[in-house]
């Protein structure tokens, strides 16, 4: 199971349908499949054969014909990149089909969901065909961006017009947060309240409960922010690739900032959003906005729509084998190079690492760069507030629909609280600006700030009453920074704190830069452990920032080796060692709770654990040969612990495959690319969970160190008697090594690191039938990463990767 554990679903989608298998269709249905539910991809049936297809001599009823858009919907979700599917393997979940023969298979599926070009009348078109063909419980939705539910509703029979809502799938629906809900004028509160609950529970996604107006809430206001910075483009003097550094990571937006952005959703797709506000938003003052500059209009006449045509604002080139990117000028519609970007105020928040701080900072800044984003910025946060209650009665929804949807760190109404509200407004005041009025009323109920925190809550300004309301979290959403907040810190140190989770279960956190792991993450996991064996029921490991970890503090060790003191690095290794195996055999039960970057030692962590509740977009690995070393803090000795347990005793039984699996793993750095690849790897086992919603993680994970405390937690003892393969294996190894060498796929050094890898997981050079202790292959881990660490290539690779953030072969 890939879903998030027990949730409170009354009645959660077994099966679903997704009609339509274009880009989004098909990305819907694999998501579906990857949170566990087999579901039906249908689209239309072709009227003609393809010329392949009548040299094969099939007919238009042959099914590798009738289904041919369904089946290059599926193919085209399996190869896609980003994955659309956590495992390849997910799509097996997937049954295509036309709609033309397989209507009559709607008649037992849960969920409907309408995924076809953004026409109404074709929608109405689709519905009117299968409303005959579904089960008297089946809810139907559509994926519309912006088309009204009422409208859409309108051709459905009476009876379904109960079952009937927008579902909103932002694009790529796997890796996006955001589901936006919309009712219908007759839809049941019921089976909306249900959908809601699958969306979060089954389907790990953010509800935002939007209003029935052209594009919801966050097309309406991140379309908006584009607009506004396209118009500035030409006015301001400003070009593409200023304004896209100026919108990205800078501000804490997506690298894609505005124009990649708009190349990779496409400019028609633009242009199409754009135009439904200007025809179906009359009275909304910034109409002007949503009709795009001439040049843009021409880029379209031109095909030039971005990513899908090979040119939109940017085109790739290649001149002499050189690869060049290439910005569009809009005055001349001719690619030029693009310029270095330099403004001061940007090399200055470099520096600044809260963004809250940066963008404060950058919006007083005295040049071109500051008066663009205070421009923009102070526009989308006056156009969010004026939205309110068109959109959304509240902030909290407005400001998750960008965050979850539009990839922003801050919805608006958390950056006009970072900015100052009461010093923003005057300065828009002053500016002659129009500030909608229930900011005003806020500042005049003695209100500074959208959120605040009271007694531990987080509460927003509520424009209704005109007073705080708690912002509503789903029973399973355990925040770090709320526990923190009301006061449940137990202990901390600069780089990690122990914090109170609630029902006896002790958290530990770290919040080192990347949460890379030095002495004090490693004294707070000493500390935690001790603690939770003393007091408490068990321990969680998490923490909340973009990664989980990504692995040793490796400046600290370059700097050791610099200064050849090779005994202190010993006992970093070492110690490193212990406590991965306090971890694993504490007393009380250690859970871990990986998410984001999970390498080298933060893997290590993690295999430590009894149990590991994973979120899905967790990518894991152990890399470190990458930086001339190999895994030394218990990873090599866990997954050749694991082979041992996994696999009968007996003769006969050939462990190498398993090994060499291992040894290619964690040889070429690989990353599981999701936390259900990760256990096909070997990184996660099948009692570990992967959790789909990011929003859970804690709560799953400190689920589970309970019910591992009232099971009467055992942890056993390190074991004595590991089979492992010996020289016969690692002479295979070897062998092979030695082949990738002379025919040119790894560089001698390659080759050593690899033979230095193949020691420690064949065992060393003992015989096959060889029994080893956990601390015989500890040893080993330790003695080949110090024998490596006295090589001037291997302070190369780790000087390099420090400095570059790629490895170095050499």
Known sequence: MTHSGSSPLDQPVRTAAVLGAGVMGAAISAHLANAGIPNLLL????????????????????????????????????????????????????????????????????WVIEAVVENLDIKRSLFEKVAAHLGPDAVITSNTSGLSAEALSECLPEELRSRFLVTHFFNPPRYLHLLELVRGPQTDPKVYDRLAAVGEYQLGKGIVHAKDTPNFIANRVGTFAMLHALGLLSEGGYSVAEIDRLTGKAIGRPKSATFRTADIVGLDTLAHVAANMEQNLPNDPERDLFVPPTFVGKMIENRWLGAKSGQGFYKKTKTQGRTEILMLDPATLEYVSQPKVQFPSLEMGKSVEDLGDRLKMLVQAPDRAGEFLWKNLSATLRYAASVIPEVSDDVVNIDRALRWGFGWEMGPFEVWDALGVSKTVARMEKEGQTVPTFVGDMLESGAGSFYQRSDGVTQYFDVSTKAAQPVPFGPRALRLDDRKARQKVVEENADA?????????????????????????????????????????????????????????????????????????????????????RIRF????????????TLGGGCEITLAADRVAASAETYIGLVEVGAGIIPAGGGCKELIKRIHLSQPEGIGVDLFPFVRKVFETAGAAKVATSAVEARELGYLRDGDEVVLNPDHRIYEAKTKVLALDLDGYDPGLPLEDIRVVGEPGLAAIRAGLHNMRASGFISEYDEKIGDRLAWVLCGGEVSASSRVSEQYLLDLEREAFLALCENEQTLARMEHILKTGKPLRN
């Open 43 to 110: 689209d239309i049936k072709p009227s003609d054969l393809s010329e392949a297809e009548s040299a094969q001599g099939l007919t238009l009823d042959d099914p590798r014909v009738a289904n041919r858009f369904a089946a290059a919907g599926l193919a085209r979700a399996r190869k896609s990149q980003p994955a659309s599917f956590y495992s390849s393997s997910l799509s097996q979940r997937i049954e295509i089909g036309n709609l033309d023969d397989d209507l009559s298979k709607l008649a037992t599926v849960d």
């Open 497 to 581: 704190s122990l914090v109170d989770l609630g029902d006896a279960v002790l958290g530990l956190e770290f919040h080192t830069k990347m949460n890379a792991i030095g002495p004090g993450i490693i004294q707070a996991i000493e500390r935690g452990i001790e603690l939770a064996e003393a007091d408490w029921r068990g321990l969680v490991i998490a923490n909340e920032a973009e990664n989980f970890c990504v692995g040793a503090n490796l400046l600290l060790i370059l700097n050791e080796l610099d200064d050849e003191n090779y005994d202190d690095v010993d006992w970093m290794v070492r110690k490193f060692q212990d406590v991965n195996q």
């Open 586 to 597: 504490s007393s009380r039960p250690v859970v871990v709770a990986p998410h984001g970057l």
